[in-house]
């Protein structure tokens, strides 16, 4: 019998737990299927935060433009097939099965990890389904992300922020280095950090990397300056979006003809855009993805201006590597109360409920404005948090965002 959809995530969703570095099984799988990724033109978006949105807005511009888009991010917030879409479509759930059956004797025979299964499957559904242009979000680091195969028209790098530091260094410029990795030669790559330190350390990396592909080979580095943001009509809410749309402008002004939109299809995907999980405002809920301590000063600045109707509960699970005693530092300044929970998708890899009664009880952090209470289940969680609350945030990973979004019968695509 045909593997079915379901079987095939019971088979790969246990190769999340490994995380490997390099590009060879990559490599191996997409040569099983074809090479799909040499026969598309794509553009090649990484960084610590950020990605995601530029990603979407710069896809969403394309469209707009009449190109047919193939978009691959990670990760997903109820459905793993919402990480491989073409015009906005997600992979089927016949694909998805018959690609990991197609490809599951040497996943087995390379020890193959899940990301580097699920980008080969990517680009092989986006040959598939006729896409005319690529855009790959990097999934983690960026010279050795299973990603880091293609050769784009463009590369990019959001922004630098601390994260991932077990595998990708515990410094910023460490970090930076790591990401720079995706800079190829003759490819524009556009850098959107706005530290000058830090855009010193890419620009300085991006020439390594394109080095060390070709010897005496070049790259176009653009900076995009400090203070441009997008000034015209953007769906996506928040301050800091403002400058995600001006990376992903740069990024559609990198592009060569005729892929390089004109102005009203810029205008008219970045006013369409949008992103579930990202300052996502649903009836009394309001959903962010923020999962580091620079995504919730993001959050935190939006909530200041959007100022939503109080009082601002906040149901909170973060994954247990992050900085999550700063990040709930940070989010005391403007909630009026905190529930801390595990959500059930990130049991495994979730912070620790002995951590948090620790941390609850500490008399050394700051003092705290809001109220916070521990309810390790996930269902109590969700009641408690609604009780009293004019609005419900939802924060800290995109495990809690999605099993939020699953219980109410959301939709997230």
Request: net charge positive; charged share 20%.
């Amino acid at each position: 019998m045909p593997l079915t959809y379901d079987e095939a995530l019971r088979f790969l969703f246990p190769r999340t737990t490994t995380i490997k570095f390099g590009l060879a099984t990559t490599r191996a799988l997409l040569t099983e299927l074809g090479n799909p990724h040499q026969v598309m033109p794509s553009i090649h978006i990484g960084g610590t935060n950020g990605k995601g949105s530029v990603s979407t807005l710069v896809a969403s511009a394309l469209t707009a433009a009449g190109w047919r888009v193939g978009l691959y991010t990670s990760p997903h917030l109820a459905s793993f097939r919402e990480r491989i879409r073409v015009d906005g479509v997600p992979i089927s759930e016949l694909a998805m099965a018959m690609w990991t059956e197609r490809l599951q004797p040497l996943i087995l025979a390379r020890k193959a990890t899940f990301f580097e299964v699920t980008t080969a499957i990517a680009f092989a559904d986006f040959a598939a389904r006729g896409a005319e242009i690529v855009v790959a979000e990097v999934g983690l680091g960026g010279r050795l992300d299973s990603t880091n195969v293609l050769r784009p028209l463009v590369s990019a790098v959001t922004k630098i922020e601390r994260d991932h530091m077990k595998y990708l260094g515990d410094t910023l410029e460490l970090i930076a280095s790591e990401k720079a990795g995706i800079a190829k030669p003759g490819v524009p790559f556009v850098i959107g950090e706005r530290d000058a330190s830090l855009v010193n350390v890419l620009r300085r990396e991006a020439r390594k990397a394109v080095a060390r592909a070709e010897p005496g080979g070049r790259t176009d580095v653009r900076v995009l300056p400090p203070d441009y943001e997008w000034s015209g009509a953007l769906s996506l809410a928040g301050p800091h979006q403002r400058r995600n749309a001006g990376v992903a402008h740069g990024i559609l002004m990198a592009l060569p003809a005729p892929y390089r939109p004109a102005v009203p299809p810029i205008n008219a995907g970045f006013a369409a855009a949008r992103i579930p999980g990202r300052l996502d405002r649903r009836g009394k809920w309001l959903f962010d993805v923020a999962h580091n301590p620079d995504g919730i000063r993001a959050l935190i600045k939006a909530i200041e201006t959007l100022r939503p109707p109080g009082p601002l509960h906040a149901l909170v699970s973060i994954l247990g590597d992050k900085e999550w005693p700063a990040m709930l530092v940070q989010l005391d300044r403007v909630i009026d109360r905190g529930i801390l929970t595990v959500a059930p998708t990130a049991a495994s890899r979730g912070w620790n409920a002995i951590w948090l009664r620790r941390w609850l009880r500490d008399r050394g952090r700051p003092p705290a404005r809001a109220s916070w209470t521990l309810v390790p289940d996930f269902q109590e969680a969700m009641q408690t948090v609604q009780t009293g609350a004019g609005t419900v945030l939802v924060t800290g990973s995109f495990h809690t965002v999605g099993d939020v979004m699953t219980v109410l019968g959301m939709e997230v695509v």
